[in-house]
């Protein structure tokens, strides 16, 4: 049988910018707002003189953000690895810091910190939650035998982590950086958007949008689209050349790493749940305490409780909340259903026409670091402001994670897992549908937990910038009316939404993985 012929990745590429530069020279989307290739390079060069001093404003707050944020993340991971009561006792502070609306907090941590401060925070937060996920699920993951191998030497649990954990978790961590490179690039320019300034792409972009220069505002997505693919290949690259040297050699259906928690007694159980509970609300309280920020702008868990419940105008408070949470929370669902399944498709596929995703991958990273405020109006004129808006920028904000982790995991699986099924003489679907993809069922859970916030997150960025409903409208509208009350109590109404999301996954996933651990034994 001769072998299967393969359309080379880069005719692909160049197929797809040969359609854009056609479809942008005819104006055939939207009267020209999709601008054509040589018109954005065209507007990049004439605009040559404005952007060393943005690039780099954005290129060192991203840079320190991605450097604290993925160290915290690291040790966090280790540390609730070691020891999974604080796992669960940090769950609800973790769900929070990554589901904090990037949007709605820049300009609070403008007024309340100085410099590239905030620029920072943000940076760190949008990469601390992927990294430190990455981080769990390499150092849980690990090679059984040669842990056992470890033991039997006389080695503790420190040797293990050591030898075998962390050498087995490194891929992981990898995966979580090329995740979390795009993340930083737009966090800092989140902050930069939302929180004012001089410098940085963000600010450029903001001062750019009223110009109806459709070429400037995608010249500096792809600017910010270069930075951000830059990082990623940087530790894609990397990813490839440690991958060998720390795959598994046999198959590790463990379960989530809190799992030893559950011979704990129910007086610990429920006080660690009260805790994690707790300590979201007790790190704000101290945030604002320390900073002194001033009681109009800065509103405490007490506020915003006295502010749903007992202030003058709750009723009606409490109607708009709810109203929101109506249009808010079904497409929410849809768009997490949508994305997971396109980021599982195209992991398959990764595995089985490699040519094809490469390809596929420069649309990727721009759907990624393309900043939302200059996409979203071409969106808008051609998807209408309707759901399909919605559920495009969701999709688009959730499978490229989803994506990295699956294609991580699927890559992960031993050799000596599918020299069996080889051996019969099946193919590669075969090999994927009854060892790879059962295999990488702790990585395909993984990337659920991580998107599921990210999830609403994406719909409340749609609903700000383009439907005019839902929760991020409700937040849209309280920054411009000065609302400071509403404004944290949609805050935290999203961040109890996303904790819901979270943990049901995480209990949908300790149930199944248990089960898988326990079939051989059957």
Excluded: C
Excluded at 41 to 52: K, Q, V
Excluded at 388 to 413: E, N
Excluded at 492 to 503: A, E, I, M
Aim: zero cysteines.
């Amino acid at each position: 049988m001769p072998p299967e012929r393969r359309v080379p990745g880069w005719l692909i590429a160049v197929i797809l910018l040969a359609a854009w530069e056609t479809v942008g020279r005819l104006g055939l989307v939207a009267s020209g707002a999709l601008p054509a290739p040589s018109a954005i390079l065209a507007r990049l060069w004439a605009d040559r003189a404005d952007y060393p001093g943005h690039v780099w404003a954005t290129l060192q707050a991203s840079t320190f953000g991605f450097l604290v944020g993925n160290t915290i993340a690291i040790a966090a991971g280790t540390a609730f690895v070691l020891w999974p009561r604080l796992s669960r006792l940090a769950r609800g502070l973790n769900i929070a810091i990554f589901a904090l609306p990037p949007i709605a907090i820049a300009p609070i941590l403008a007024l309340t910190l100085e410099g590239i401060a905030p620029r920072v925070v943000l940076a760190a937060l949008s990469v601390y939650f992927v990294t430190m996920s990455a981080t769990v699920v390499g150092l849980t993951q690990y090679d059984a035998r040669a842990a056992d191998l470890v033991r039997a030497y006389g080695g503790g649990r420190g040797a293990v982590l050591r030898f075998v954990q962390a050498r087995g978790a490194v891929p992981a961590v990898l995966a979580g950086f090329r995740v979390a490179a795009p993340n930083a690039v737009l966090g800092a320019i989140l902050a930069e958007f939302g929180g004012g300034g001089r410098w940085g792409l963000g600010a450029y972009l903001l001062g750019s949008l009223g110009r109806a220069d459709p070429a400037r505002l995608w010249g500096i997505g792809l600017v910010a689209t270069l930075i951000a693919g830059l990082s990623y290949a940087l530790f894609a690259a990397i990813s490839a050349r440690t991958l060998g040297a720390s795959r598994a050699v046999t198959l590790n259906p463990s379960a989530p790493p809190d799992t030893e928690t559950r011979a704990d007694p129910l007086p610990l159980r429920l006080a660690l749940a009260a805790g994690s509970v707790a300590l979201p609300f007790l790190v704000w309280w101290g945030f604002l305490r320390l900073l002194a920020v001033p009681p109009m702008l800065g509103k405490s868990p007490l506020d915003v409780a006295a502010y749903v419940l007992t202030g003058a105008q709750a009723a009606t408070v409490q109607a708009k909340l709810l109203a929101a949470l109506g249009q808010t929370l079904p497409i929410t669902v849809a768009g997490l259903a949508l994305g997971m399944a396109f980021a599982f498709a195209l992991a398959v596929t990764s595995r089985l026409t490699p040519g094809l995703t490469r390809a596929f991958m420069p649309v990727a990273l721009v759907t990624q670091t393309m900043p939302l405020v200059a996409l979203t109006p071409l969106l808008v004129l051609v998807l209408g402001r309707g759901t399909a808006v919605t559920l495009w920028i969701t999709v688009s904000v959730t499978f490229f994670p989803a994506y990295v982790l699956m294609a991580q995991g699927l890559a992960l699986v031993p050799r000596t897992a599918l020299d069996l099924p080889r051996a019969y003489g099946a193919g590669a679907w075969t090999e994927l549908r009854l060892v790879a993809i059962p295999a990488s069922t702790p990585w395909i859970f993984a990337a659920l937990r991580l998107t599921a916030p990210r999830a609403l997150l994406g719909v409340m960025i749609a609903e700000w910038l383009a439907t005019g409903r839902g929760l991020g409208n409700l937040l849209n509208q309280s920054r411009g009316y000065l609302d400071f009350g509403m404004i944290w109590t949609v805050a935290t109404v999203s961040v109890l939404v996303s904790v819901d999301f979270y943990q049901l996954v995480v209990a949908v996933e300790r149930r199944l993985l248990a089960r898988m651990a326990m079939a051989p034994a059957g």
